[in-house]
């Protein structure tokens, strides 16, 4: 009879798995000649331990990711700390603190399916879920545009514009009216009814999808002064609905432009990003119809590229606009463009029609 012991033979600790298959191999090899009985004890000690010494550390598994992403991503490293922390819990301070520690089995085969999605293509904040607007976190699927930093620039706008508005609105028993055209996360409709605790926003999108999202949004931030209403833009509200203050991020890509087909775009709903062979078709049909929604001295505050900016603010002037603007983002490109229609209201001044906070980023008139 044969004996065969797969762990404490000699060794201190756990027997190498590779030399204990090359012995139990030869052993039925040998039991097979002799036509010996074999009896065989499976001691298998610390399998863990052997399971964590065929899994990647976190320092290479972050460096391989980081290598594979460079020609995709403009910060690899960084989308590879992200994948890392959302296939196993940890932050990015535990990876910098063991970076020799072993991954599980799950975690790996987790981390390395994010990575496969990624490597594809897919938007980092789509493989999270969320992504931060104005310090807060939004949460986001392929239902919406992606919130950008450059998006801020139109809320700091609107802020500064409405400055002084809610005293006013007090003292006179009003509410500031504000409708947010195709709001998709939320990301704008909500953080200005954070900022604007007195003031009522009304949230616009045609995407069904995208009202469920940004209802969500709304929920979980605590944001209790917004209705959302499915719309073709102004289409669906009652004729006799009117604002202080409009904004809008709409579609503004040449429906044939190349960049479509690049980066994370080409994961992102294209009712949100391209409009028309120009681009412009969205923004054409927001500022001929934005006078008949906006009370008199109310003002539409519009992002759009930053090459769009001279077309903009004639469609504006066009279309009867006063005190037409542009303003730039922290690139120094022109990115959101402003109009007043008619005197009165909220935001209407006697001798400065441009509020005096927002002629620091005054460019055109």
Same mark, same amino acid.
């Given at each position: 009879?044969?004996c065969?012991?797969?762990?404490?033979?000699g060794?201190?600790?756990?027997?190498?798995?590779n030399?204990?298959?090359?012995?139990?191999?030869?052993?039925?090899?040998?039991?097979?000649?002799?036509?010996?009985?074999?009896k065989?004890?499976?001691?298998?000690?610390?399998?863990?331990?052997?399971?964590?010494?065929?899994?990647?550390?976190?320092?290479?598994?972050?460096?391989?990711a980081?290598?594979k992403?460079?020609?995709?991503?403009?910060?690899?490293?960084?989308?590879?700390?992200?994948?890392?922390?959302?296939?196993?819990?940890?932050?990015?301070?535990h990876?910098?603190?063991?970076?020799?520690k072993?991954?599980?089995?799950?975690e790996?085969?987790?981390?390395?399916n994010?990575?496969?999605?990624?490597?594809?293509?897919? /938007?980092?904040?789509? =493989?999270?879920?969320? #992504?931060?607007?104005? $310090?807060?976190?939004?949460?986001?699927? *392929?239902?919406? %545009?992606?919130?950008?930093?450059?998006?801020?620039?139109l809320?700091?706008?609107?802020?500064?514009?409405?400055?002084?508005?809610?005293?006013?609105?007090t003292?006179?028993?009003?509410?500031?009216?504000?409708?947010?055209?195709?709001?998709?996360?939320?990301?704008?409709?909500?953080?200005?009814?954070?900022?604007?605790?007195?003031?009522?926003i009304?949230?616009?999108?045609?995407?069904?999808?995208?009202?469920?999202?940004?209802?969500?949004?709304?929920?979980?931030l605590?944001?209790?002064?917004?209705?959302?209403?499915?719309?073709?833009?102004?289409?669906?509200?009652?004729?006799?609905?009117?604002?202080?203050?409009?904004?809008?991020?709409?579609?503004?890509?040449?429906?044939?432009? /190349?960049?479509?087909? =690049?980066?994370?775009? #080409?994961?992102?709903? $294209?009712?949100?990003?391209?409009?028309? *062979?120009?681009? %412009?078709?969205?923004?054409?049909?927001?500022?001929?119809?934005?006078?008949n929604?906006?009370?008199?001295?109310?003002?539409l505050?519009?992002?759009?590229?930053?090459?769009?900016?001279?077309?903009?603010?004639?469609?504006?002037?066009?279309?009867?606009y006063e005190?037409?603007a542009?303003?730039?983002?922290?690139?120094?490109?022109?990115?959101?463009s402003?109009?007043?229609?008619?005197?009165?209201?909220?935001?209407?001044?006697?001798?400065?029609?441009?509020?005096?906070?927002?002629?620091?980023?005054?460019?055109?008139?």
């Open positions: 009879m044969i065969l012991m797969t762990a404490n033979s060794y201190r600790g756990s027997l190498p798995l030399l204990g298959i090359s012995i139990f191999a030869a052993t039925l090899i040998l039991a097979r000649a002799s036509h010996t009985p074999i065989l004890y499976l001691l298998v000690h610390h399998t863990e331990h052997w399971a964590a010494k065929m899994s990647a550390t976190i320092a290479t598994t972050l460096q391989t980081t290598e992403l460079g020609g995709l991503s403009h910060s690899p490293r960084l989308d590879a700390e992200i994948l890392l922390s959302l296939a196993t819990g940890k932050t990015k301070t990876f910098r603190a063991w970076p020799e072993h991954l599980s089995v799950e790996q085969s987790h981390f390395q994010l990575l496969e999605q990624r490597l594809i293509g897919h /938007p980092i904040a789509y =493989l999270t879920g969320t #992504r931060e607007f104005w $310090s807060r976190e939004f949460m986001v699927t *392929p239902n919406v %545009l992606i919130p950008r930093p450059e998006t801020e620039l809320v700091e706008l609107a802020l500064q514009l409405i400055d002084g508005w809610e005293t006013k609105a003292s006179e028993h009003r509410v500031i009216q504000i409708a947010d055209l195709g709001t998709g996360s939320g990301a704008i409709a909500i953080t200005l009814g954070l900022e604007l605790t007195q003031a009522a009304t949230a616009l999108d045609l995407s069904l999808a995208a009202l469920a999202l940004a209802e969500q949004n709304a929920s979980r605590g944001a209790n002064n917004i209705r959302f209403i499915q719309s073709d833009w102004f289409s669906a509200l009652p004729a006799q609905e009117h604002f202080d203050l409009i904004v809008s991020n709409p579609p503004y890509i040449a429906e044939n432009d /190349p960049h479509l087909q =690049l980066g994370d775009v #080409r994961f992102e709903p $294209s009712l949100a990003l391209s409009s028309g *062979p120009d681009g %412009l078709d969205a923004i054409r049909r927001i500022v001929n119809d934005a006078p929604r906006l009370k008199p001295g109310g003002w505050l519009f992002e759009h590229g930053y090459e769009q900016a001279d077309k903009s603010r004639e469609l504006l002037q066009a279309a009867g005190d037409v542009s303003f730039p983002d922290l690139q120094a490109h022109l990115r959101v402003a109009g007043r229609i008619g005197r009165g209201g909220f935001g209407t001044r006697p001798h400065n029609s441009i509020p005096t906070h927002l002629l620091q980023h005054f460019q055109h008139q």
